[in-house]
């Protein structure tokens, strides 16, 4: 059974507006990662963080992580139309579990 | 420097055959994948090869082998291929298997009639 399940499974914004999504697991892990697919393509990594580490940035992009509560969100601030994709959190030890993903679509 | 990279794009294959999918990454890593993705299932892990020389299940094994052929080279075979098997197949590598992000490569998309 996976790992991480994300939520929403769909999410719909304006071009400008933040997006956030989460992610529950089930079992202790040492790391959590958060990955971007553009339709038809293969999966890109945006960002990892550890399990002892609370909140992580990179670019537009801030991930948190709450172990007691095995949950991670991912906020991608002021979207763009270029950020439409499906987002998959995969969390874990070794090796890493993959959740179902969350399609995002940022209209301009 | 390619990457990682899959062969082949497409495949449609018949009830029965059999086909190996070639994976090959260039950037000395240790540690390589096979996925599946269905719609709605997102990345299932087929199987793994945390170093050259070893190979692990993952998830859904079932119906597949697999071959480090080398550090570069990871192959995915299906002996008698099934409708269930009708998926898109990604191969990754990453530089070991903890801490570290795995790279994928293009996909191969496989139908089985």
């Known amino acids: 059974s996976q790992q991480g399940e994300e939520d929403p499974q769909a999410l719909s914004i304006q071009e400008g507006e933040n997006a956030t999504m989460n992610c529950s697991y089930k079992t202790s892990i040492n790391n959590l990662q958060w990955y971007r697919q553009n339709s038809g393509r293969g999966l890109v990594h945006l960002i990892l963080i550890r399990s002892n580490e609370r909140e992580k940035h990179s670019g537009r992009l801030r991930v948190t992580l709450d172990t007691s509560k095995k949950s991670s969100s991912l906020l991608i601030t002021a979207s763009r139309a270029a950020d439409t994709a499906s987002y998959f959190c995969a969390a874990g030890n070794t090796p890493l579990v993959f959740g179902k993903g969350t399609r995002l679509s940022v209209i301009a | 420097n390619a990457g990682v990279t899959q062969t082949p794009k497409f495949q449609v294959l018949k009830t029965g055959q059999s086909m190996t999918l070639q994976c090959a990454q260039d950037m000395n890593h240790n540690s390589m994948y096979w996925y599946r993705q269905d719609p709605g299932m997102g990345l299932r892990l087929i199987y793994y090869?945390?170093?050259?020389?070893?190979?692990d299940k993952g998830e859904v094994p079932n119906g597949y082998n697999v071959s480090r052929l080398n550090k570069r080279e990871f192959s995915l075979r299906l002996e008698s291929a099934a409708p269930s098997q009708t998926s898109v197949y990604f191969c990754?590598?990453?530089?070991?298997?903890?801490?570290?992000?795995?790279?994928f490569g293009p996909g191969t998309r496989l139908t089985v009639t």
């Open positions: 990754a590598s990453s530089p070991g298997t903890t801490y570290y992000e795995q790279y």
């Open positions: 090869s945390a170093s050259e020389g070893t190979t």
